[in-house]
């Protein structure tokens, strides 16, 4: 369990990440946003990722050092 607890995230990298690049990878979410249903589910955050300008797919935002787990986005 993250420093948030459990959370459900439905989010469109798919495409580009598989579900085995992203366990145990730190990523920025957000997560005081309202819950929605998203293809049949409910998210409970947004993963941050940007559109890339080549080819429109997601690319993850990283934190450039290490950080805590529950840290702030500011």
Do not use: F, W
């Amino acid at each position: 369990m993250g420093a948030l607890g459990d959370r459900q995230i439905i989010a469109g990298i798919g495409e580009v990440y598989s579900p085995d690049e992203l366990v145990g990878r730190r990523v920025p979410v957000l997560t005081n946003i309202k819950p929605k249903k998203i293809m049949g589910l409910i998210s409970q955050g947004m993963i941050l990722a940007a559109g890339c300008e080549d080819d429109g797919k997601p690319v993850l935002l990283l934190p450039e050092k290490e950080v805590s787990p529950g840290s702030k986005v500011c």
